[in-house]
């Protein structure tokens, strides 16, 4: 499809003229990232019928945060695919697909980047464009990196901010269009952490205005993740980021995900490259270990080679991860077929990798 080449093409653009720096005021930093994603094709196009809106996620003072100044920046202003750090100010962007093929199903996405800071473009913005091309409502959550300075406790705030995300997307479910009872949440690396987290501690508000609220996710989404943050498995620049570096033992459990599932973990599509020398895939076959104990729902893939943080394109084999992805939420019921896979889209994809596959040979 016209819509899915679009989606899988990598574009660039200069940005030198971007000074690096902490963005101090919240408009100018939404501009900024406004201008970036145009730049980069990221923002409406085809398949797209509502522009970008961009949410402070809490309504009044954050919960749980110390005051300070907004630290937040962008780690390479030349680089075309976004990474913002130090974030402090979480905030939610709304997706909403083309009303015609809107079925109704919702995802929050929450990017990586080892709980320092968060790829925005690469594992958000682009990755809902690719939800709304399905017809899926997409929210990238911009989470808070963990930091005694902004917050009083690190370890909980990112997994605060998701609940959070959570509870509202659900209480504006009329407003967006999106079924209550159809909201997954989605996390590539440190973010897949975060996901794991929420989808098997959805009983434990990580704050007390959270409580009574529903925080189960519906399904689960997770690119190679981290999982466990026990020593010998856990990505160890997302554990300290997170938890320090003097962690007890219980508490290197309680944060590691595949300790945390019951049978009440919602199902889960998982993707991983078995070559990931940055998060191993033990990370994933762990979790998926853990899910079949539980008797929940998994879907797990690993391609042999692709290593860490290659988003949407795995541009080492031939085959793409989010057809499958697709098919998946279709089989399990999460939403109607509005684009049926294996319409015209084999064929689209077949040419395109292997134009892509020719490219990365040269």
């Known amino acids: 499809m016209k819509i899915l080449k679009k989606l899988f093409k990598t574009e660039s653009v200069g940005t030198e003229s971007i000074r690096t720096g902490p963005v101090r005021n919240e408009t100018g930093r939404r501009a900024l990232i406004l201008i970036l994603s145009l730049g980069i094709g990221l923002l409406p196009g085809a398949g797209r019928a509502e522009a970008v809106e961009v949410l402070n996620l809490y309504d009044g003072p954050i919960p749980g945060a110390r005051p300070g100044p907004d630290l937040e920046t962008i780690r390479d202003p030349a680089d075309p695919n976004l990474f913002l750090m130090h974030i402090s100010r979480p905030t939610l962007s709304l997706y909403l697909p083309d009303p015609a ?3 109704g199903a919702a995802v929050i996405i929450c990017p990586g980047g080892s709980y320092r800071g968060v790829s925005i473009a690469k ?3 682009k990755v809902a464009e690719a939800f709304n091309a399905i017809g899926v409502a997409a929210f990238v959550l911009k989470y808070r990196n963990p930091d005694d300075r902004t917050m009083e406790d690190r370890s909980l705030g990112p997994l605060q901010d998701l609940q ?6 659900r209480a504006g479910a009329d407003q967006w269009q999106v079924d209550p009872d159809r909201l997954g949440v989605m996390g590539f690396s440190a973010g897949g952490h975060l996901a794991a987290t929420a989808a098997t501690r959805f009983d434990r508000p990580a704050a007390p205005f959270l409580a009574n609220k529903p925080l189960r996710p519906d399904f689960l989404v997770l690119a190679y993740p981290v999982i466990s943050m026990m020593d010998g498995l856990t990505h160890q620049r997302s554990r300290s980021n997170l938890l320090g570096d003097a962690a007890s033992r219980d508490t290197l459990e309680y944060f590691s ?7 009440a973990t919602p199902p889960a599509f998982l993707v991983h490259a078995g070559d990931d ?10 979790f998926y270990e853990a899910l079949a104990d539980n008797g929940v729902a998994a879907s797990l893939h690993v391609f042999t080679t692709g290593g860490h943080g290659f988003g949407l ?5 031939s085959s793409e991860w989010f057809p499958l992805l697709h098919h998946w939420l279709l089989d399990q019921g999460w939403l109607t077929s509005k684009i049926p ?5 084999p064929a689209d994809l077949t040419a395109r990798q292997t134009t892509r596959l020719q490219d990365t040979r040269q």
């Open 101 to 103: 093929l809107a079925t």
């Open 123 to 125: 594992e958000g913005y």
């Open 164 to 169: 959070q995300a959570i509870a509202r997307v």
């Open 257 to 263: 995900a595949e300790r945390q599932v019951s049978p």
């Open 277 to 286: 020398t940055a998060v191993k895939v033990q990370n994933s076959l762990r």
């Open 313 to 317: 394109v795995n541009k080492t084999v």
């Open 341 to 345: 896979p294996g319409s015209p889209q």
